[in-house]
């Protein structure tokens, strides 16, 4: 069996007493099979026989993709703790060098697509971290691996027959072709199908290149955001003051209502001045935190964000990120907690402080996961603090004193 069923504490024992040998052989056949059975439906949507053989002569199965796909947190991140490592000092700075950096193209991607800078390199900063990080994962392998074994087979067979196709055209070559587990690549993190309906070619050289070519990649952002509906010039939303006692019930993202609507409710802009015209069109009333949190009035192009990733927490990094990008400042309403969250820079040190206590938590990379949680625990447990294997700023005084 593989190892997808280990989930089940039964079976979890089981294989644990049996000892990867005795199966671990099993899913490499099962693979040659499966992907036998792949080649006809993959020539049916335009993948080559010479084109299937030859990106997937000699394939192994990779299990692990298996269990990050059933792999389900235990963790909720709070909305602060998301922002505060995806928009931090270090990314804004990174991010304004690059707009510096890359001001050419991006005054001809703006021209070409109608989308600005600052939102493109946003979207560039959050997925990859300014191609940066990219996932190390062979596409044809893991997406093999999914279209083979465990859930939704259908849908990564779809991709994967996309990555075949994508490697016949030649646009990237299979030893470049890595990314995330489940098939998200390159600069702009883009699915394969989402590549061959959206990834341009951009610096002319007959390719569109998402691994190697920053041309390619920033205008294949705006180009998606484009086709999601960006209206450039329009903000993507702002922060404002909602009045006391505001029932924000019912209220959300799609929930739209006209600007003179929203005025009529008692909404300001943040700073108390009037909301702008009708000129933006309506706009939902987004408040992640609650209504003591801030509060956000968010238009189309909010919306168009949203597409790129299905997550209003994320839409809201991508568009605090731009504004900080274009010289603006924090949001103003604090986040309600008294815990605020950690910058990535202040992640590392966590874990650093942790690794110097004895606590065993991998590599210092800022990404609080499992194995630093279990000390975080450990340590909150020590201290006499809530025991929750979340590092806030309060965590990090403790270890920096202690
Ligand atoms: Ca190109």
């Known amino acids: 069996m593989h190892r997808m069923t280990a989930r089940h504490p039964a079976l979890l024992l089981s294989a644990a007493l049996l000892a990867a040998p005795a199966w671990a052989q099993a899913p490499a056949d099962e693979f040659a099979t499966c992907l036998n059975t792949l080649r006809a439906p993959a020539r049916a949507v335009g993948v080559s026989d010479a084109s299937f053989t030859q990106y997937t002569q000699g394939l192994v199965p990779d299990m692990s993709v298996i269990d990050k796909l059933n792999y389900q947190p235990e963790f909720r991140t ?5 922002l505060a490592g995806l928009v931090d000092d270090q990314r804004v700075a990174e991010g304004k060098a690059m707009l510096a950096l890359h001001a050419d193209v991006l005054a001809r991607v703006n021209e070409r697509y109608g989308v600005d800078p600052a939102t493109v390199v946003a979207v560039w900063g959050v997925e990859s971290n300014f ?7 062979p596409l044809v392998q893991s ?5 083979c074994f465990g859930r939704r087979q259908a849908y990564f067979r779809t991709e994967f027959y996309a990555t075949l196709r994508i490697l016949q055209a030649g646009h990237i070559t299979a030893d470049r072709l890595v990314g995330s587990w489940a098939g998200a690549f390159g ?3 883009f699915m394969p199908s989402t590549f061959e309906r959206l990834a341009v070619d951009f610096d002319g050289d007959g390719r569109a ?10 205008a294949s952002t705006a180009n998606f955001l484009a086709k999601a509906g960006w209206q450039n010039g329009q903000p993507w939303g702002f922060e404002v003051k909602l ?15 006209t600007m003179a609507d929203w005025a009529e409710r008692g909404l300001r802009l943040v700073d108390s001045s009037p909301l702008p015209g009708s000129g933006n069109g309506s706009a939902g009333l987004l408040t992640p935190a609650g209504p003591q949190g ?3 009035l968010v238009l189309r192009n909010f ?12 839409g809201l990094a991508i568009a605090h990120l731009a504004d900080r990008l274009r010289g603006g400042g924090r949001f103003v309403t604090p986040w309600p907690t008294d815990d605020p969250g950690l910058s990535r820079a202040e992640r590392r040190e966590v874990q650093t402080l942790l690794i110097a206590r004895g606590h065993d938590i991998g590599e210092v990379d800022g990404m609080l996961g499992d194995k630093s949680r279990v000390a975080i625990r450990a340590e909150q447990e020590r201290l006499g603090q809530e025991v929750n294997g979340r590092a806030g700023q309060k965590l990090l005084k403790t270890l920096r004193g202690s």
């Open 243 to 257: 009045p006391s006692g505001f029932n924000t019930s019912g209220e959300g993202r799609r929930t739209k209502r």
């Open 131 to 137: 191609g940066q990080t990219f996932g190390k994962s």
């Open 187 to 189: 600069h702009t993190q």
């Open 303 to 314: 919306d168009a964000i949203y597409s790129y990733n299905a997550a209003e927490s994320y």
């Open 78 to 82: 709070a909305i602060w703790d998301y």
């Open 143 to 147: 997406l093999g691996t999914l279209s």
């Open 294 to 296: 801030p509060a956000f």
């Open 209 to 218: 290149d998402l691994m190697d070519s920053t041309p390619d990649a920033l």
